[in-house]
T-cell receptor, first 111, second 113 residues
Framework: DAGVIQSPRHEVTEMGQEVTLRCKPI?????LFWYRQTMMRGLELLIY????????DSGMPEDRFSAKMPNASFSTLKIQPSEPRDSAVYFC?????????FGPGTRLLVL | DAKTTQPNSMESNEEEPVHLPCNHS???????IHWYRQLPSQGPEYVIH???SNVNNRMASLAIAEDRKSSTLILHRATLRDAAVYYC??????????????FGKGTHLIIQP
């Protein structure tokens, strides 16, 4: 298995632009999670899905952030418009129950 | 959520055992103790978890205190590849379904050659 796949691995954009991060979970996993990591706040959960349905989005910072999971093998996290404070590493993880498997992350820099 | 307390950093020598402590004095009776680690420039990875009994796997051992207010992750023979941030996390029972992980600051483990 290729593990959790994220794209792009690096993204540099300018303030105000739309950013879309993509994630392909491990096949057969029912849960998908989006996390963000910054030096100031550490690793924090943004949102998670179960069977493609959002369960808890209380960690999403504000309305500029949105996440979708149109099918079991794909999810997106979109930031529109992006701001410099959104610069972080964004991780996607999937699980079938207890153990979460993380992707390599997308390093986002908003100028 | 019950909180965990870990030392900010620890240092050890290569090929020696490492004991990483975690305090969780407010743990509930059904909380599982999970450990994840994050190697430099990588996503976190699962290490081990347990409820009451000590647990062993190919990566590490988990020793849980009898009163469950603390636990210790044991790396039996550390290598340079074990240098990472180690997170101790409490989770609701699996019967409650999966949920997001709440990461603290973790312990930054430094391995000296």
């Amino acid at each position: 298995d290729a593990g959790v796949i994220q794209s792009p691995r690096h993204e540099v954009t300018e303030m105000g632009q739309e950013v879309t991060l993509r994630c392909k979970p491990i096949s057969g996993h029912d849960y998908l999670f989006w996390y963000r990591q910054t030096m100031m706040r550490g690793l924090e959960l943004l949102i998670y899905f179960n069977n493609n349905v959002p369960i808890d989005d209380s960690g999403m910072p504000e309305d500029r952030f949105s996440a979708k999971m149109p099918n079991a093998s794909f999810s997106t996290l979109k930031i529109q418009p992006s701001e410099p404070r959104d610069s972080a590493v964004y991780f996607c993880a999937s699980s079938n129950w207890e153990t979460q498997y993380f992707g390599p992350g997308t390093r986002l820099l908003v100028l | 959520d019950a909180k965990t307390t870990q030392p900010n950093s620890m240092e050890s020598n290569e090929e020696e055992p490492v004991h990483l402590p975690c305090n969780h004095s407010t743990i509930s009776g059904t909380d599982y103790i999970h450990w994840y680690r994050q190697l430099p420039s990588q996503g976190p990875e699962y290490v081990i978890h347990g409820l009451t009994s000590n647990v062993n796997n190919r990566m590490a051992s988990l020793a849980i205190a009898e009163d469950r207010k603390s636990s210790t992750l044991i790396l039996h023979r550390a290598t340079l590849r074990d240098a990472a941030v180690y997170y101790c996390i409490l989770r609701d029972p699996p019967g409650g379904g999966a949920d997001g992980l709440t990461f603290g600051k973790g312990t930054h483990l430094i391995i000296q050659p």
